[in-house]
């Protein structure tokens, strides 16, 4: 008796959905109006209406990543920094802060697009992009065009160097693109921190409220579109979705369903089945103890057709028919930032306030740093096969995303420090108090007698070797140490104790 009441209940709650539904369809203008085809065609024509509504009605209500977008990046990271930099900053930095508000708008409305849309081909994501390109080509004229604004110009590299962000929208792995563009936007925001420390402590919640957006950012990015940016697979095309204007996605009411189509014809046969094999599963049996001969009429498959010879077939979803052709696949790339916003640094070699300035510097083998004073720091960046000379006593030196550059310094104050900088080489003439080093592989220090009471800190690092002094001052001579990297962890008393494990033999 109770499984029936059961049954009974659960067919009247069905019913009562269906009746619900029919009531929404009805409301929707679904139903064709009297005089309308009916039979056949009728549900044809309701399918096909509520399948054009169903876009508009979920456009609607703002996608629950836009909405996330809006709330952490926007309300809560952007416009907080909007107004900060409106309390205290000069006339440049506001307008290229207003770019950089721009370009989140744009961003925004790109989220929103993808929330709503199928994935579109390339030709139309660049299309998309094309707005992102203008930004940042407009954050880097501003920038450029005011270098002479020395008290602001630092802070206008900050938001230039940050606004390349909007790359992630193509990339694969956005979270540690952005990790990457952060660490470049703190390369100079810690210059404007140590600028102004004593000055005005806007400054440094300035840089850092920059950074929080950017971590703020990275966090959206890694919730909602963990490998690039996220589309709808059962959305509208783009086009669609422009025509029907973007107050649909700000909640306006969807247009007016379209007319019914006219009486379809009537559709043509159903193409005939295959036939069955003759004999059923006796003649599959039969064909299974042909042993070896089973495969004679199989085709033998070319090279050029191989995906694992061919890393470009992978791509596409199916291989190509024609043959012949004689250019071999190439693998797509995948850069680092997108083409549209790459370009290659001016190099510069300046002083700027206290700090030495050396950047983006290539293939230069003969650069002097004269005249250095004690107060002074150097900062050297994005430098590649370059060997940079300082001569005199400075106050600090830091190394920072180079590759196969060499320093040779005289003498440091407070420390060298060495960040993602593989296959360098530091050489010190006189005395330095600590070396600092991480996240690099492949590395050469040089110490001389002076400096060989030097503390070396390294962290995630690999191929670090320290040359010591053992010859005299007529026949100079270095016995290379290696830094060690096995570690040996143990608990004693409730607690981690560390050592160096020692190789003998």
């Not at 563009?181 to 920059?210: C, L, Q, S």
């Not at 306006?252 to 004999?279: D, N, T």
């Amino acid at each position: 008796m109770s499984t029936g009441l059961h049954s009974l209940a659960t067919i009247i709650k069905r019913l009562e959905a269906a009746t619900s539904r029919i009531e929404d369809l009805a409301a929707g203008g679904v139903f064709p109006a009297a005089g309308a085809p009916t039979g056949a065609g009728a549900p044809e024509t309701a399918a096909q209406s509520s399948q054009s509504a169903a876009p508009l009605s979920g456009a609607t209500e703002t996608p629950r990543s836009v909405v996330a977008f809006d709330e952490a990046v926007i309300d809560g990271k952007l416009k907080p920094f909007i107004e900060l930099t409106k309390s205290f900053a000069g006339a440049n930095v506001i307008e290229i802060v207003g770019l950089l508000e721009k370009q989140y708008k744009d961003m925004r409305g790109l989220l929103a697009l993808s929330a709503a849309c199928r994935k579109p081909d390339s030709k139309e994501i660049e299309a998309l992009m094309s707005p992102f390109s203008a930004d940042v080509e407009a954050i880097s004229r501003l920038k450029e065009a005011n270098r002479k604004d020395r008290d602001w110009y630092t802070h206008l590299t900050v938001i230039a160097e940050g606004a390349i962000i909007v790359g992630w929208v193509i990339q694969p792995k956005p979270g540690p693109a952005i990790n990457e563009i952060k660490d470049t936007v703190m390369f100079y925001g810690n210059r404007v921190m140590k600028e102004f420390k004593d000055k005005d402590p806007k400054h440094a919640e300035w840089v850092k409220a920059y950074a929080a957006l950017l971590d703020e950012m990275r966090k959206y990015v890694m919730e909602y579109h963990t490998t690039g940016l996220a589309w709808n697979p059962k959305g509208v095309i783009v086009s669609e979705y422009k025509a029907s204007g973007p107050s649909s996605v700000a909640g306006a009411p969807p247009p007016p369903p379209p007319p019914p189509p006219p009486v379809p014809m009537a559709p043509p046969p159903p193409p005939a089945a295959a036939a069955p094999a003759a004999g059923g599963t006796a003649a599959v049996f039969a064909e299974l103890n042909r042993g070896a001969d089973i495969t004679k009429g199989l085709r033998k498959v070319d090279k050029s057709e191989m995906t694992h010879k061919n890393p470009s077939l992978r791509a596409g979803s199916t291989v190509p028919s024609t043959l012949g052709s004689d250019k071999p696949g190439k693998k797509p790339l995948r850069p680092s930032k997108p083409q549209s916003l790459m370009g290659k640094k001016p190099a510069k070699l300046a002083l700027e306030g206290k700090n030495w300035s050396v950047e983006y510097q290539e293939d230069e083998k003969s650069l002097i740093i004269e005249d250095c004073e004690l107060h002074q720091a150097v900062n050297i960046f994005g430098c590649k096969n370059s060997v940079i000379q300082i001569k005199g006593k400075v106050n600090a030196v830091t190394l920072v995303n180079c590759t196969k550059t060499s320093i040779v310094v005289e003498s440091v104050v407070s420390s060298i420090s060495v960040t993602k900088s593989p296959s360098f080489e530091l050489q010190v003439t006189g005395t330095a108090p600590m070396i600092q080093i991480d996240s690099t592989d492949s590395g050469q220090i040089y110490l001389s007698k002076a400096s060989l009471g030097v503390e070396v800190t390294t962290a995630k690092c690999s191929s670090i070797n320290v040359s010591l002094p053992i010859g005299t001052d007529d026949q100079p001579d270095y016995q290379e140490q290696a830094v060690p990297e096995m570690l040996r962890t143990v608990v004693k008393d409730g607690k981690l104790v560390t050592s160096v494990v020692e190789h003998v033999g």
